[in-house]
């Protein structure tokens, strides 16, 4: 399966804002982006942004996909299907990515980040109403009961990473029982629910050039 390998931290720097793509690393001094806050490559520090429309239109395009971990045709998919939805599409875009089990997961802070989260998800680490899922993109629906589950309770990573998570969670769409090690998807999130910094409208713009 087709998927990006090269350094996390160039895309952070590539869009000129932290994406947080790992983990806690993001939020400490080994952050390469406060270091080097200026794009890739060769000539990153004279590169002249685009200032058309398309441009901006791209930039936070890219920087919804890069967020959501996504490749150009996966993310593509899932904008036909939020187009063919009622309600604003852009906004039905992000409600679909955001109840993506791998963005769950990070979301209940069973995961540092949504790369880890596929892992362990891959791994078969985590269960959905009691059945194992090892699918990162399946959907999840209000009502749904996502564990952790006997065998994985001991992981380093998960524990680490819910630490992490005490230090403040705020969703209200989302409920988390960390003594159980369990969480569940209340309901479908409203736009303001989302805090992920992009112009989705923007997005919406570009795709129906």
């Not at 679909?96 to 069973?110: K, P, Q, S, T, V």
């Not at 805090?195 to 050039?209: A, D, F, G, N, R």
Request: hydrophobic fraction near 35%; proline fraction near 3%; charged fraction near 30%.
């Amino acid at each position: 399966m087709a998927r990006y390998r090269d350094s996390n931290c160039k895309l952070c720097r590539r869009e000129g804002m932290k994406l947080f793509l790992k983990g806690s690393r993001c939020t400490s001094d080994k952050c390469s982006f406060d270091r080097r806050a200026y794009a890739p490559g060769q000539h990153g520090q004279n590169l002249r942004r685009k200032g058309s429309e398309y441009g901006f239109q791209l930039r936070e395009k890219q920087k919804m996909r890069r967020i959501y971990g996504l490749l150009e045709r996966q993310f593509h998919n899932y904008f036909v299907k939020a187009a063919r939805q009622k309600g604003i599409t852009g906004e039905n875009l992000l409600v679909m990515l955001e109840c993506r089990f791998d963005n769950i997961i990070y979301r209940l802070g069973f995961a540092p980040s949504r790369k880890s989260a596929r892992q362990l998800i891959l791994h078969r680490h985590f269960a959905i109403n009691d059945k194992v899922v090892d699918i990162a993109s399946y959907p999840l629906k209000p009502g749904d009961i996502i564990r952790v589950r006997e065998n994985s309770r001991n992981l380093d990573i998960i524990h680490a990473a819910m630490k992490e998570t005490g230090k403040g969670f705020d969703y209200a769409w989302l409920r988390l029982d960390k003594a159980k090690m369990e969480g569940e998807l209340l309901e479908k999130p409203k736009r303001l629910d989302i805090p992920t910094l992009v112009q989705e409208q923007m997005v919406v713009e570009l795709y129906s050039k």
